[in-house]
């Protein structure tokens, strides 16, 4: 296969997999609030693991899961992944589907603060101005004062900056980590402390909601594979941007299915929000670096597509 093919095969796979992920996200919506969320994060985790023998490499072990070279850093990512992972489910069951992903990406803005306090990172006036825009859209989505806010505001963008954290963390370990370390931080924090939570209040689901519990999660792992193969291909920088053509589907769905509105304030919001993204996410590509992790399914391990691993990594080029 050429590189132009290649290219090509690479981003299509990459818009293939951001569309199972919103179909994962739908299968969430579609349960209506009838589970408790951890549970639904639980399942989904456990269903996670599918994913697994795909995205094990002859070079990985079975231990890798749960190997890692800085176990306080590692812990750090499992708790982060367990609470973005039940509070996205919260957004996306309390919001309509495009309102809770307007907010949920908002999470390369609050990748940039977070590199700036606990990286060091220098940012400059490009990304600074990127962060503003993308806050301004928040506002505009919201209109704090003349909407009520709810709980599942507050998820979602609790969901935004645990992602944040998971990225700066990838970062901050290094390109000696391996993949499988970081899918078993998040998937194992996801699996245990939604498990913890799910025991005093458990539901059994009826046979239409195993039927939207199994969407979620098995989706969810379909779009990782995809995902990875996508980055297989490739680079990060074209990887990532696909992932703003969720909001279409999440539009899509909200309307055929959910009988989700969209005012006039509220889509230019969200054209600010995705305006935002697109600029942090082409700085980041100058600045050689891993980009901020895709919004995607919320037990979703899409970071993983933008953590190469030790062997291909290349040193940052620069700042700002």
Known sequence: MTRPQSSAGGIAIAFLAYAVYAFSDASIKALNDALPPYEIAFIGAVLGFAAVPFLKTTDDSWADLVRTSNRGLWLLRFAAGAIGSIASII????????????????LPSFVTILSVIFLKEDVRWQRWAAVILGFIGVLIVLRPGFRELSIGHLAAATGGVAGAIAIVIVRAMGPGEKRLSLYGSILLGTLIVSGALMLSDFKLPTPTEWL???????????????LMNAARLVPANLVAPPQYSQMIWAILFGYLFFDDMIDLPMAAGIALIILSGLLTLARERKRGTPLPTPVVSADSQASLATAPEASDQKPPLGSG
């Not at 939207?212 to 995809?226: D, K, R």
């Open 91 to 106: 957004a996306f069951t309390k919001l309509p589907m495009a309102e809770a992903f307007s907010l949920l990406f908002l």
């Open 212 to 226: 939207f519990l199994s969407s979620y999660g098995l989706l969810g792992a379909l779009g990782n594979i995809l």
